[in-house]
């Protein structure tokens, strides 16, 4: 057939599916019969109709979610599987009798659809699996595709279904048989896959997932069945040789079987490692539970111990790693992280700590050999080096403390040795950047071995002057991580030593950081107020903060007295980049100092303000006269980036106060004095949106002692900024989304201040939560929504006349705007929190908390007939495609379902996809927050499961820093 007759008939197929959906079985109720009937006549027929069956089934079972009604999905699903048996004979009888190769192939094609949802019966008392083995995965042509299908019976589960069992036996037997024929065992596969076609490549990758699936599902039958220990220990050998194609998907898909085996064999005893060294103890001292569980491991040792090998000589490349080989053979620094690589690294690195709890003498023993090997040479390349490194730093936690100790002494000798007998920059870059890694990965050993601890301290001080490319950007990381873990370890006295570590450190502070960069500079910074602040003694801290700051104070104030004596400095770029480095600086130590660094603030914040007020003027000057050219100009850009820095400096620190008196009463009349009335005043170009950041800091940490000073920010960054935003959806991104942000924390904090402001200005503040939850940028929308649900919660806690009034004057038209958005198909990632509102609004009405009349005319007591059909009038008019009946039971049903947000929620979909059927929008995304959803909870409840297995989670991952 012409390529041009063949688009034109998958379309024509496509239309026809989508009729389908809407007509049968109701109008059409004899489709299947006629469809099967048809396909008999005549082999190009048959092949096409096995194609319209394919969709069919594709669009009922597989992409129906949101697309359909959930009574009308139920429905074709019922009816789907109720002829069913007509169709699946059609197939046998192809696969059977056909000689026509393309129809086959569509029909095994059709089948692989069918298995995820036909009953069970179909796949198990039927000769299909038999068929599929001996008759189609010889064949080269269907090899791939009987494979898939293959691989999706073997994923069903048959735990409710026992009598399946010796089936499931008898495939995974004869499809063993049938591989020896096809790819004998003692194959190169990786040589066979780097040299074979697509097919061939193909294959393999299918025979992974095969594999990899099966065992996933049945393992268990297979190890409880001791004719099949050999096709079982097969399976694991080609898995191991699979797993060492140079194919990164296929990788992946031995990786996750490898994550899976490890980590059931060790989770069904946790704690317990049987080293290959004391294997068999006592039989007195066994309980039958570990008896078994030793029996069963043991059964996989051999195999395992490849995998151990294949793991570290493949580990991925840490995120950690900055120095790299690029793909010219040069070591260079990384600039992109490699989302993939560190995926990939996440996952290997929990399969190997698992290995390692399995056999802690293995492990050590491979990557010592490995080391060695390094060493003398034999093995010495940057990328084997550089895996096997990534490796040992991966396991950090999985060994006892004492072997760790043992282990990673030796290793951190081995490649101290390594660093002086390798010549050359880039061989030294690459050893460096592995040494880092490593001590940063093992904090345990660290805080327990201080001498070892300083002198990788110390160490990291010699990287910082070393100029290759990334080395110093990972000694500035390694150190702030070090710090953080290690952090008591610096201020206290050790013994055999005469004053603390950071004394030290403190007074070398110039040597150390004169060849970092400036962002490294504040790296190094924030690393130090790690240590600072877990020091006990006030007057100790205050001393050591000054010691810290001592060199950016003296840039600070020979600047400031520079700026005093001649004001024209301020137009010199290097003076605002002074002034902006130094800020910094500051800004970082605040981060890691938290409340302590109010030492440092009271000494630059009246010249701070100063400061503020000085720039402001020239930036509003300069805009005034050069517009927005002069706005984008690097003068302008340095001026506004030495604002920014001072408004972060001061949001930091007030969201990390303990004293909010003092916050109020010391600094928060000068700090509003210089930023609210310069905000408001402002050219809407030279306005910060750091400013809304730092208002929303002062709310969240004064909470309820802010009320009274609400009024006064509300004037001076309220109006102001919702006339800048107001106007469209994209401009102003950050002013817009910190705005909003403030409003939430206000809303949250202090609503008793929102109250207090004028009729007028309230009103805008409701029109601006409607602007909010209206918005294209999803976050921003889901922000507005979340202050209003907030809104509607304070104010039924609120005295009635205060509630009714509010819901007089809003609740029309807050559910008029509601409805009007949760319909727009671009909002439909919201669902959840436009349901929960929805639900609440409702419930209002139901429990009779609203008791003014909504209508204005209409009994109070009647407000729900009065709402019923106010919303029915609405709907109707916004949606004249919809019959009466059909928005008459939407809107019974949210008024039935109000208390139960779930089924609400499911209501309220089925309506968006009555209404999207027949404007044509796309619904694939109205399942978005449950897929989110979904994902999240899975990441939390595997993050439980890493909880309880030492050495999974990243030693960074755990928050166990020292206070």
């Known amino acids: 057939?012409?390529?041009?007759?063949?688009?034109?008939?998958?379309?024509?197929?496509?239309?026809?599916?989508?009729?389908?959906?809407?007509?049968?079985?109701?109008?059409?109720?004899?489709?299947?019969?006629?469809?099967?009937?048809?396909?008999?006549?005549?082999?190009?027929?048959?092949?096409?109709?096995?194609?319209?069956?394919?969709?069919?089934?594709?669009?009922?079972?597989?992409?129906?979610?949101?697309?359909?009604?959930?009574?009308?999905?139920?429905?074709?699903?019922?009816?789907?599987?109720?002829?069913?048996?007509?169709?699946?004979?059609?197939?046998?009888?192809?696969?059977?009798?056909?000689?026509?190769?393309?129809?086959?192939?569509?029909?095994?094609?059709?089948?692989?659809?069918?298995?995820?949802?036909?009953?069970?019966?179909?796949?198990?008392?039927?000769?299909?699996?038999?068929?599929?083995?001996?008759?189609?995965?010889?064949?080269?042509?269907?090899?791939?595709?009987?494979?898939?299908?293959?691989?999706?019976?073997?994923?069903?589960?048959?735990?409710?279904?026992?009598?399946?069992?010796?089936?499931?036996?008898?495939?995974?037997?004869?499809?063993?048989?049938?591989?020896?024929?096809?790819?004998?065992?003692?194959?190169?596969?990786?040589a066979v896959y780097s040299k074979g076609s697509d097919d061939e490549q193909k294959f393999i990758q299918n025979l992974a997932m095969f594999l990899a699936s099966y065992l996933k599902e049945h393992v268990q039958i297979v190890e409880k069945s001791p004719e099949l220990h050999e096709q079982l220990g097969n399976t694991l050998r080609y898995v191991t040789l699979i797993s060492q194609v140079d194919e990164t998907e296929i990788f992946k898909i031995c990786l996750e079987f490898w994550n899976t085996l490890s980590s059931e064999l060790y989770l069904e005893h946790p704690f317990k490692t049987y080293t290959t060294a004391s294997y068999f103890p006592s039989s007195l001292m066994k309980t039958p539970f570990e008896s078994q569980s030793q029996t069963r491991r043991k059964f996989y040792d051999a195999t395992l111990s490849t995998v151990r090998t294949i793991m570290i000589e493949r580990m991925a490349k840490p995120e950690e790693v900055l120095v790299v080989e690029n793909d010219q053979g040069e070591v260079v620094r990384e600039f992109m992280k490699d989302t993939d690589s560190i995926n990939m690294y996440k996952l290997m690195r929990e399969t190997l700590v698992y290995l390692t709890h399995l056999d802690t003498v293995d492990t050590e023993r491979i990557m010592t050999d490995k080391l060695h090997r390094q060493v003398d040479g034999s093995e010495w390349s940057w990328k084997n080096l550089n895996t096997l490194c990534w490796a040992i730093g991966s396991i950090s936690g999985a060994m006892?403390?004492?072997?760790?100790?043992?282990?990673?002494?030796?290793?951190?000798?081995?490649?101290?040795?390594?660093?002086?007998?390798?010549?050359?920059?880039?061989?030294?870059?690459?050893?460096?950047?592995?040494?880092?890694?490593?001590?940063?990965?093992?904090?345990?050993?660290?805080?327990?071995?201080?001498?070892?601890?300083?002198?990788?301290?110390?160490?990291?001080?010699?990287?910082?002057?070393?100029?290759?490319?990334?080395?110093?950007?990972?000694?500035?990381?390694?150190f702030i991580k070090i710090a953080q873990k290690c952090r008591r370890h610096f201020v206290t006295i050790q013994v055999s030593e005469s004053y603390p570590f950071i004394d030290e450190i403190l007074l070398n502070l110039r040597s150390i950081i004169c060849d970092l960069g400036q962002q490294q500079v504040q790296t190094f910074y924030e690393a130090i107020g790690y240590m600072i602040a877990s020091e006990a003694d006030d007057g100790t801290q205050a001393s050591l903060i000054e010691r810290l700051m001592a060199l950016p104070n003296q840039i600070w104030d020979e600047t400031i007295q520079m700026i005093k004596a001649n004001p024209e400095a301020l137009k010199d770029v290097e003076c605002l980049k002074q002034f902006a480095n130094v800020l910094r600086a500051n800004q970082r130590a605040c981060i890691s100092l938290g409340n302590v660094y109010v030492h440092q603030l009271k000494k630059i914040f009246y010249d701070s303000l100063q400061l503020y007020k000085l720039l402001s003027n020239s930036i509003s000057a300069a805009v005034v006269v050069g517009g927005d050219l002069a706005n984008k100009g690097p003068f302008i850009r340095n001026m506004k980036t030495v604002k920014k820095e001072i408004l972060k400096i001061l949001s930091s620190w007030i969201s990390k106060a303990t004293n909010p008196q003092l916050v109020y009463e010391y600094f928060l009349p000068p700090m509003f004095e210089a930023i609210l009335l310069d905000y408001k005043t402002n050219a809407p170009d030279a306005r910060e949106p750091e400013v809304l950041t730092l208002m929303r800091s002062v709310v969240e940490r004064l909470e309820g002692s802010i009320t009274p000073r609400i009024p006064e920010i509300f004037d001076g960054v309220f109006q102001c900024t919702l006339e800048m935003i107001n106007k469209n959806f994209e401009e102003?991104?950050?002013?817009?989304?910190?705005?909003?942000?403030?409003?939430?924390?206000?809303?949250?904090?202090?609503?008793?201040?929102?109250?207090?402001?004028?009729?007028?200005?309230?009103?805008?503040?409701?029109?601006?939560?409607?602007?909010?939850?209206?918005?294209?940028?999803?976050?921003?929308?889901?922000?507005?929504?979340?202050?209003?649900?907030?809104?509607?919660?304070?104010?039924?806690?609120?005295?009635?006349?205060?509630?009714?009034?509010?819901?007089?004057?809003?609740?029309?038209?807050?559910?008029?705007?509601?409805?009007?958005?949760?319909?727009?198909?671009?909002?439909?990632?919201?669902?959840?929190?436009?349901?929960?509102?929805?639900?609440?609004?409702?419930?209002?009405?139901?429990?009779?908390?609203?008791?003014?009349?909504?209508?204005?005319?209409?009994?109070?007591?009647?407000?729900?007939?009065?709402?019923?059909?106010?919303?029915?009038?609405?709907?109707?008019?916004?949606?004249?495609?919809?019959?009466?009946?059909?928005?008459?039971?939407?809107?019974?049903?949210?008024?039935?379902?109000?208390?139960?947000?779930?089924?609400?929620?499911?209501?309220?979909?089925?309506?968006?996809?009555?209404?999207?059927?027949?404007?044509?929008?796309?619904?694939?995304?109205?399942?978005?927050?449950?897929?989110?959803?979904?994902?999240?909870?899975?990441?939390?409840?595997?993050?439980?499961?890493?909880?309880?297995?030492?050495g999974i989670l990243n030693p960074h991952e755990i928050d166990d820093m020292e206070d």
């Open 400 to 478: 006892h403390e004492e072997d760790e100790m043992r282990f990673l002494v030796t290793v951190i000798k081995e490649l101290l040795g390594l660093c002086e007998q390798k010549r050359g920059k880039d061989n030294k870059a690459i050893i460096a950047s592995n040494i880092m890694y490593i001590v940063g990965q093992y904090p345990r050993f660290l805080r327990a071995h201080w001498k070892f601890l300083k002198t990788v301290v110390n160490k990291l001080f010699e990287f910082m002057h070393e100029t290759h490319d990334g080395v110093q950007d990972m000694a500035c990381d390694t």
């Open 732 to 950: 102003y991104p950050e002013h817009r989304t910190n705005f909003f942000l403030l409003l939430q924390a206000v809303n949250q904090k202090c609503f008793a201040g929102l109250l207090t402001i004028p009729g007028p200005q309230f009103k805008l503040i409701i029109d601006s939560i409607v602007w909010a939850f209206k918005h294209h940028m999803r976050n921003v929308a889901e922000i507005g929504l979340q202050i209003l649900y907030q809104m509607f919660k304070n104010i039924a806690a609120q005295p009635a006349d205060v509630a009714q009034s509010f819901y007089k004057a809003y609740y029309l038209v807050l559910l008029e705007h509601l409805f009007s958005v949760a319909s727009d198909p671009t909002h439909s990632g919201n669902l959840n929190l436009f349901s929960t509102i929805l639900a609440y609004m409702f419930t209002l009405i139901d429990d009779k908390k609203v008791v003014v009349a909504l209508g204005g005319v209409n009994d109070p007591s009647d407000n729900m007939t009065f709402l019923q059909s106010y919303i029915q009038q609405m709907l109707k008019s916004a949606f004249p495609h919809l019959t009466e009946s059909q928005i008459k039971i939407t809107v019974a049903g949210m008024f039935q379902l109000d208390q139960d947000v779930g089924q609400f929620k499911e209501h309220l979909r089925d309506f968006l996809v009555q209404i999207k059927e027949f404007t044509g929008d796309d619904e694939t995304d109205l399942f978005i927050e449950e897929r989110e959803g979904l994902l999240k909870k899975a990441q939390e409840d595997k993050r439980k499961i890493q909880m309880a297995v030492p």
């Open 1 to 190: 057939m012409h390529e041009k007759h063949k688009l034109y008939l998958t379309k024509l197929n496509f239309v026809l599916v989508q009729i389908l959906k809407k007509e049968w079985p109701k109008n059409w109720p004899s489709f299947i019969t006629d469809i099967v009937g048809a396909s008999k006549t005549n082999e190009w027929l048959c092949l096409n109709n096995m194609e319209i069956l394919r969709l069919l089934s594709e669009e009922i079972f597989d992409y129906s979610s949101g697309t359909m009604t959930q009574a009308k999905t139920r429905h074709l699903k019922e009816s789907m599987c109720g002829e069913f048996q007509q169709v699946f004979q059609l197939c046998l009888f192809v696969m059977d009798n056909s000689t026509n190769p393309p129809l086959v192939a569509a029909t095994l094609q059709t089948l692989l659809l069918f298995l995820n949802w036909i009953p069970l019966g179909y796949v198990f008392e039927t000769n299909l699996v038999p068929s599929l083995i001996s008759k189609f995965l010889p064949v080269p042509m269907f090899r791939n595709v009987t494979l898939k299908c293959l691989t999706e019976i073997s994923a069903i589960s048959i735990a409710q279904y026992p009598q399946y069992e010796k089936h499931i036996k008898d495939m995974f037997r004869d499809t063993l048989q049938q591989l020896q024929q096809v790819l004998p065992l003692q194959t190169d596969i990786k």
